[in-house]
Nanobody
């Protein structure tokens, strides 16, 4: 069973930056596409970004395009989300998840394994 652990969240001022990490264990990390999703209390889960196993293909939600960058290091079994120019509306719990395709969607049925989430709060 694949285990995923997110880290790097916290409190940051608008315009600031954070780098989230997701460390995987218990499976073959490079076999999966990896996605980042987020959810604020009382709101629907939202797709953020996804990256293919080779890092050749990426896709971003329009709301984060140009500000966030997803990357992965298969040798370290880790996927990253670099978040720049953060806005208050980016406040949410951020999850990483494995996928067998580049679905560009927030439907939980498309993802096999999830991390526990890390809180990102953007506030002045």
């Amino acid at each position: 069973q694949v285990q995923l652990v997110e880290s790097g969240g916290g409190l940051v001022q608008p315009g600031g930056s954070l780098r989230l990490s997701c460390a995987a264990s218990g499976g073959t990390f490079s076999n999966y596409a990896m996605g980042w999703l987020r959810q604020a209390p009382g709101k629907e889960r939202e797709f953020v970004a996804v990256i293919s196993w080779s890092s050749r293909s990426t896709y971003y939600a329009d709301s984060v395009k140009g500000r966030f960058t997803i990357s992965r290091d298969n040798a370290k079994n880790t996927v990253y989300l670099q978040m720049n120019s953060l806005k208050p509306e980016d406040t949410a719990v951020y999850y990483c998840a494995t996928s067998r395709g580049l679905y560009r969607d927030s439907d939980a049925r498309l993802y096999d394994y999830w991390g526990q989430g890390t809180q990102v709060t953007v506030s002045s």
